[in-house]
T-cell receptor, first 112, second 113 residues
Framework: GNSVTQMEGPVTLSEEAFLTINCTYTATGYPSLFWYVQYPGEGLQLLLKATKADDKGSNKGFEATYRKETTSFHLEKGSVQVSDSAVYFCALSSTGGFKTIFGAGTRLFVKA | DADVTQTPRNRITKTGKRIMLECSQT?????MYWYRQDPGLGLQLIYY???????NKGEISDGYSVSRQAQAKFSLSLESAIPNQTALYFC????????????FGDGTRLSIL
């Protein structure tokens, strides 16, 4: 069945450091891939998405590229801020489109 | 106003009580979902509905039931609450299509003593 594996946290970085959160997936067909972010006390919100191979999703300085050859969708940001502290979830939606599979989430702490 | 509204935001109750969590949306989406979030386990799907007449069980439906009262309203019930149902519960909506993201409410924190 479909699955998503993302790196365990927590990840602790200093402000302005480079961020990578790894995400790999298993799926049949051509799923759509998403990154969601959850701030304290809030629900998940879409950060970025990519719907086909080699697509790059980007938003708020975050980027992720849909790599079908390595079944990966790693999240990157060149310079993190304290306000980026949150939990990040990688997710996929199958071509059947009825269900989204979420990774376990990676908590990010950014220190000033 | 929030597009997806959950009530209550917090609830403490006792074992054996019946509890209803409510969700309403102004997005106009046909698809609605209930998830449970436990620390370190990501999100687990409880039930989902693709329209008012369509209700489906998710991964962890035992001990839960749902009602889709209208396109905009989807409620989750715990008929007889037990302590291991203590968790954070989220409602979400989406448009039709695998490339459509889900839109979440801010969650209900439920504690069962």
């Amino acid at each position: 069945g479909n699955s998503v594996t993302q790196m365990e946290g927590p990840v602790t970085l200093s402000e302005e450091a480079f961020l990578t959160i790894n995400c790999t997936y298993t799926a049949t067909g051509y799923p759509s891939l998403f990154w969601y972010v959850q701030y304290p006390g809030e629900g998940l919100q879409l950060l970025l998405k990519a719907t086909k191979a080699d697509d790059k999703g980007s938003n708020k300085g975050f980027e992720a590229t849909y790599r079908k050859e390595t079944t990966s969708f790693h999240l990157e940001k060149g310079s993190v801020q304290v306000s980026d502290s949150a939990v990040y979830f990688c997710a996929l939606s199958s071509t059947g489109g009825f269900k989204t599979i979420f990774g376990a989430g990676t908590r990010l702490f950014v220190k000033a | 106003d929030a597009d997806v509204t959950q009530t209550p935001r917090n609830r403490i109750t006792k074992t054996g009580k019946r509890i209803m969590l409510e969700c309403s949306q102004t997005k106009g989406h046909d698809r609605m979902y209930w998830y449970r979030q436990d620390p370190g386990l990501g999100l687990q799907l409880i039930y989902y509905s693709f329209d008012v007449k369509d209700i489906n069980k998710g991964e962890i439906s035992d001990g839960y039931s749902v009602s889709r009262q209208a396109q905009a309203k989807f409620s989750l019930s715990l008929e007889s609450a037990i302590p291991n149902q203590t968790a954070l519960y989220f409602c979400a909506t989406s448009d039709t299509g695998a490339d459509q993201p889900q839109h979440f409410g801010d969650g209900t924190r439920l504690s069962i003593l």
